[in-house]
């Protein structure tokens, strides 16, 4: 057997367990489906293009390389606990974190955490299908062209690219004690990719190339059995951080998520 038989196999059943629950989802009340077209029309269209990608500067494992992408769009918060909470309900899965929902950062408007890769992934594909449009988590090069407003050469992802909001000068970590969308956005208007909660993305750790890639993927190539997390709270360069990968079945680092739509048109 190889390496990754046994990551398959999980994936394989997580994936049946998550048709079963489609095929039973409940139907959405008219409130539960203005919560859907909201988290649409929060999606922000990015033109793709080319940039290079990394920064030699911050660390060896940020080796710079040219990356050209299609255009796609990007939720401009990240998936908030109200929203997650529709998807477990509607589905009947059961409510991730029940007994730190009385924890000030918990509340329905707050970045969702306490769900692993999968979960993240098929909450993403769900909402796609809800949408009839093709959603999943983002990819590395998605992310850090969106956090970094279609490549600028910034160290966060702000509107100014220098540390706002969350950060402190005395603390290299969030604070989590506010909604999502709280402090100002990237000149795109995406919020919280530096500040908020570090990110699932769809790659698993691979090292960069040196080559010129487009519309790089590493979903099923993968050098490592850990899943690739963007957005971690440095103080330096928190738009090329990759230090914090996790394996995909971790459900407890506080990590949340984003989704993407990758649809090269604008959502309609």
Known sequence: MS???????????????????????????????????DVKANFVF???GTFIMGNNDYHYTTLEHQVTLDSYSISKYETTLKEFDLYTELNNLELIYPDYRNQEDMGPDYGAIGMNW????????????????????PTEAQWEYAARS???????????????????????????DTIVGAYPPNPLGIYDMSGGRPEWTNDWLVGYS????????????????EKMVRGWHKLRYSVYSRGGSREPNNDGSGVGFRCVCNQKTEIE
Do not use: M
Request: net charge negative; glycine share 6%.
């Open 46 to 48: 990015v033109e793709g």
């Open 118 to 137: 999968y979960q993240a992934q098929s909450y993403c594909q769900w909402l796609g299908e809800q949408l009839n449009l093709p959603i999943d988590l």
């Open 150 to 176: 279609r490549g600028l050469d910034v160290e966060h992802a702000t509107n100014s690219g220098k540390i706002e909001g969350s950060f402190t000068e005395k603390r290299n970590y969030p604070v989590y």
């Open 3 to 37: 390496p990754i038989d046994p990551i398959r196999k999980i994936s394989s059943v997580l994936f049946i367990g998550f048709a079963l629950s489609c095929n039973s989802q409940k139907s959405a009340t008219p409130e539960q489906e203005q919560i859907l077209e």
């Open 210 to 225: 040196k080559d010129t890639l487009v519309n790089p993927r590493y979903d099923t190539i993968h050098n490592y059995e």
